[in-house]
């Protein structure tokens, strides 16, 4: 759909409004309703894409849309929103940046990729210069939020690789839209049982939830299924080390957070590791 160079560029775009997500979540948005918070980000971006498109996709991936849409959206959704609540933003993206190392052993596992040493390496740094963004910040250990983080990088890491594998020929918009209506809808059921009825909110928690489901799911995984249907699952979950970049930036910016040498350093390594997968990747498919 896009040329190359464009598809780099938008799915770099992509995570980088994911790590605005802390922010708006814990700045603009009412604490303890994770569930429902997650529900009201997909079902109203999917239902608006596919009332738009209205286009049913064909009736043999409806079992994969549903399993796609349960693990990128209702699994991930949940765990990151769980997360960001009970940990600082810095802390919660830490933990998640393991997915390129997971979608590493994944794609050899279901696409039958080879591993290469320099890609696992690459990966470890771009973990070890998140874990330096975090180094200067208050960290609170919440049992919680840690285990939610990494089964959210879990299940991120398994519905990148499989969207690689399903998507076949179904278009880029109607396979976008119906994932997270499905994805949404298997989130009422929990935000109803498991939680309160969500409060009411001001102008700045609207325009929060509004940047989540039109900005942050809807644009923003267009441009990320573009990017997996051209681009390798292990270059697209390297993209992902920009979400706590991001978020760590936003802090610094917004919040009056502090930005030290060793962050500095951090985001260094990040950016060394991005490159290096990238290329390393680029060779190998070449």
């Given amino acids: 759909m896009f040329h190359r160079y464009t598809t780099i560029s938008l799915s770099i775009l992509a995570a980088i409004i994911w790590g605005?997500?802390?922010?708006?979540?814990?700045?603009?948005?009412?604490?303890?309703?994770?569930?429902?918070?997650?529900?009201?980000?997909?079902?109203?971006?999917?239902?608006?894409?596919?009332?738009?498109?209205?286009?049913?996709?064909?009736?043999?991936?409806?079992?994969?849309?549903?399993?796609?849409?349960?693990?990128?959206?209702?699994?991930?959704?949940?765990?990151?929103?769980?997360?960001?609540?009970?940990?600082?933003?810095?802390?919660?993206?830490?933990?998640?940046?393991?997915?390129?190392?997971?979608?590493i052993g994944l794609s050899h596992w279901v696409l039958r990729s080879r591993i290469a040493l320099r890609t696992v390496v690459a990966a470890a740094a771009g973990v070890a210069g998140v874990g330096l963004l975090v180094l200067t910040a208050q960290m609170a250990l919440d049992v919680t939020g840690i285990a939610a983080a990494l089964v959210g990088a879990a299940a991120m890491a398994l519905g990148t690789v499989l969207s690689k594998a399903w998507r076949n020929d179904t278009p880029l918009l109607t396979f976008t839209g119906w994932q997270l209506t499905t994805g949404g809808v298997l989130l009422v059921p929990p935000a109803l049982l498991l939680e309160p009825a969500f409060p009411a909110i001001d102008t700045g928690g609207l325009l929060g939830l509004a940047w989540l489901s039109l900005i942050g799911a809807l644009l923003s995984y267009i441009f990320w299924f573009n990017g997996i249907a051209q681009l390798s699952p292990?270059?697209?979950?390297?993209?992902?080390?920009?979400?706590?970049?991001?978020?760590?930036?936003?802090?610094?910016?917004?919040?009056?957070?502090?930005?030290?040498?060793?962050?500095?350093?951090?985001?260094?390594?990040?950016v060394l590791s991005i490159f290096s997968i990238h290329t390393g990747e680029q060779r190998r498919t070449a």
Avoid: H, K
């Fill in 20 to 103: 605005s997500t802390y922010w708006v979540t814990t700045e603009w948005l009412p604490a303890g309703y994770p569930i429902t918070v997650a529900m009201l980000r997909a079902l109203p971006a999917g239902l608006l894409l596919t009332l738009l498109l209205r286009r049913f996709p064909a009736p043999a991936q409806w079992p994969r849309l549903l399993i796609l849409g349960g693990l990128n959206f209702t699994i991930f959704w949940i765990c990151l929103f769980v997360a960001a609540y009970r940990l600082p933003g810095g802390v919660a993206a830490t933990l998640m940046a393991i997915q390129p190392l997971i979608v």
């Fill in 234 to 270: 292990v270059q697209m979950s390297a993209f992902g080390f920009l979400s706590p970049v991001t978020a760590i930036l936003l802090g610094w910016v917004l919040l009056d957070q502090s930005l030290g040498l060793l962050q500095l350093a951090g985001i260094g390594l990040i």
